[in-house]
């Protein structure tokens, strides 16, 4: 709040105009949770199982048969390579539209496998305030996430409350078909952009052509684009979310097989830059908790 | 003015929900003029004069040497590669913030050979009133050019009041580089994205996510733009700038080497789109004629 405050008055050194207040935000554990996969990876899997009854040779073929036998041991054994080819099949070969309406009904219904709540519950109340606030004070909001674009896109506007244009990921190739005057844009199985790492930053610059006065992430995947925020001459705030409440979200960091936070755990220290650890200083996790 | 009244009149069966009032200008030849050839070219050209101290070998290298004789029919007959050679030359091996403060430089000094204006003030005054007009509207204007997406960010925000992450355009690839911790975005000299025919519809997939529910063009190269807006369930609204002014602009349409409108033209009548006819519908071509 010292910082929005510090930001919004006209009258401070450190004041900001309206058009550069832009604050980025990552997905995957900063603004919902990611355990014990990301979420998106779910979907690939609901879908897969949804599509198995039209192609039973997958019952003989992996990396389908370790899925559909929820042998997940086994599929991990079958490498990125696999996944990738799990993710292929179940985000292209389809339009933008039918994927968008597959996704919306997925996020309507499931529900995660341990925590037995709709994924879109398992978003942090404390950030759905801090996105708020931030909107309030007429920054624009950003999401700059490793996950994918499309994915996001079909829900996050609702539950996030921000706009579809303002929400940045990793994408595969699409093109567009004139289909005889019924016009559709079409996914195909090819990476495009890889929205992590050093790709935030590029990411950023490519879609918002501006460099954020605020950020926040969870991990060593958002390591970059907290740096390029702390070179921002104007007056800056970068935020890392600690996961540290093993009960009522998990607990991982240095370790873990899912965002990594080790490097950036350590300049964030070295650069007193904000850590919120969550068993300590958010009363709530999820909306539900109220 | 019809067509924003029914969007916007919440009584009205055409009502358009705020979040899909999305409406999509191209610029070269629809909101600022691009003969004899596209602006952005001649910067290109200008960089290369003025880089030439440094490199006395291009005094005896084409595409270099035709272009520092001022030689526009040796120049052309270099070919498409020699053209992007001058681009990679001018538009890459630098950072982006380099990149912007050159554009920048360059946007208010340099003057359009015809016209001895400088290139920014000459847009098209019917065509800011109309953005401002859609923007009062609550309608969110962004630009989808086949012009390269950092140089027109480097100006168009404060030329047509657009915001940076509504401004889409073409693109080459780059990476991001920490640079001892003074981190930078470098351009590399590799095409990333076309933004033109197919590619439009493409880009605003990618960048916005959602179907416009306007399009204004003047070429072909924005017609899959058009059909793809006119495929909105939603109210839509087609326009297309038809050059007819040879006095006050330029007159070319089917058969141009630059902005060629042809099947356009022929889609545009067939199905009712608006066409401006600037010679005898608009009172004012720029806004210094006022």
């Known amino acids: 709040m010292d910082y929005v405050k510090a930001a919004t008055d006209t009258g401070s050194e450190t004041f900001i105009p309206i058009a550069d207040r832009v604050a980025t935000f990552d997905n995957d554990g900063t603004l919902w949770s990611e355990q014990p996969l990301y979420f998106q990876f779910f979907y690939a899997v609901d879908q897969i199982k949804a599509m198995a009854p039209k192609h039973p040779e997958w019952k003989t073929t ?36 039918e994927f968008d309406t597959s996704v919306r009904q997925w996020i309507d219904t499931a529900k995660h496998p341990v925590k037995k709540k709709l994924y879109k519950d398992l978003v942090y109340q404390p950030m759905l305030e801090l996105v708020k606030y931030l909107q309030a004070n007429n920054f624009k909001v950003f999401i700059v996430s490793g996950g994918g674009i499309d ?47 050093d790709g935030k930053p590029v990411g950023i610059q490519r879609f918002i052509g501006r460099k954020p006065v605020f950020a926040a992430g969870n991990s060593d995947g958002d390591l970059q684009m907290l740096q390029w925020t702390a070179s921002n001459k104007l007056k800056n705030f970068e935020l890392y979310v600690h996961h540290t409440d093993s009960v009522r979200e998990w607990a991982y960091d240095r370790k873990s097989h899912i965002g990594t936070l080790d490097k950036g755990l350590d ?18 996790i999820y909306p539900s908790d109220k």
Do not use: C
């Open 62 to 97: 992996q990396p389908y048969k370790a899925l559909l036998e929820n042998n997940m041991p086994e599929l991990m054994k079958q490498g990125e390579k696999a996944l990738l080819q799990i993710v292929a099949t179940t985000h292209s070969g389809m339009t933008t539209d």
């Open 151 to 197: 994915f996001m896109r079909a829900w996050a506007e609702d539950v996030y409350g921000i706009p579809k244009d303002q929400i940045i990921g990793s994408s595969i190739k699409s093109k567009f078909d004139y289909n005889n005057g019924n016009p559709v844009i079409v996914k195909l199985p090819e990476l495009e952009f890889n929205d992590d790492k």
């Open 267 to 284: 300049e964030a220290i070295a650069k007193k830059w904000a850590i919120a650890d969550m068993k300590n200083d958010w009363k709530v």
